[in-house]
């Protein structure tokens, strides 16, 4: 497609199951990033991908997340054991190399009830 | 550590100009940003300028910034209802990237 690809636009699970989260990036685009947006949180950064490989994982917030990406495309963020607080809309974005224009998606709103 | 502050709200009369601001903290900042989110859209890039630069222009959009305090300010010029959003200032650390560091945003809103 022409854009970031999110899927699902919307989730709602109960607290305490597991959860996916797609990103497919722009074709060609090969630096990936996953924020997470909360009211009053402003973009929280959560990981990148240069390729395949994530050279900064510092901003996942426990160890209940984590995200891969393979064939240099599609990723998946996944949430294990979701709580009230993973509650947000979490966005993916792209870039040609590692470059400040990012291109967003519209993001995937989780709500852990 | 890296910060980026910038006021939450900003409420304006159509017609009139706009002023966001934002303070960072890191000055080897390389490239600062600002990026617009329309309610239920993802953001897009509006406009950059380089750290070595102190003003840029485009159209309605001025950016001004003071690297002496790491101050960034966007005027938008003749606001228009269709400009309200959250504008979001963002900086990097370096030309390879690594990752954007964002503010919180501020919600510009236009009254007609």
């Known amino acids: 497609g022409a854009g970031v690809s999110q899927s699902p636009s919307n989730k709602v699970t109960e607290k305490g199951k597991d959860v996916e989260l797609r990103c497919d990036p722009i074709?060609?685009?090969?630096?990936l990033y996953w924020y997470r947006q909360s009211l009053g949180q402003g973009l929280e950064f959560l990981i990148y991908f240069q390729g395949n490989s994530a050279p900064d994982k510092s901003g996942l917030p426990s160890d209940r997340f984590s995200a891969e990406r393979t064939g240099g495309s599609v990723s998946t963020l996944t949430i294990q054991r979701t709580q009230q607080e993973d509650s947000a809309v979490y966005l993916c974005?792209?870039?040609?190399?590692?470059?400040?224009?990012?291109?967003f998606g519209e993001g995937s709103r989780l709500t852990v009830l | 550590g890296e910060d980026v502050e910038q006021s939450l709200f900003l409420s304006v009369r159509e017609g009139d100009s706009s002023v966001i601001n934002c303070t960072y903290t890191?000055?080897?900042?390389?490239?600062l940003y600002w990026y617009k989110q329309e309610p239920g859209a993802g953001l897009q890039l509006l406009t950059y300028i380089f750290s070595n630069m102190d003003m840029k222009q485009d159209q309605r959009l001025t950016v001004l910034l003071n690297k002496k305090d790491k101050h960034l300010s966007l005027r938008i010029a003749d606001t228009q209802t269709g400009d309200s959003a959250i504008y979001f200032c963002a900086e990097s650390m370096d030309q390879a990237g690594t990752a954007l560091i964002f503010g919180k945003g501020t919600t510009l809103s236009v009254s007609s």
């Open positions: 074709s060609g685009h090969t630096a």
């Open positions: 974005a792209s870039s040609f190399l590692l470059s400040g224009e990012l291109f």
């Open positions: 890191d000055s080897s900042s390389t490239y």
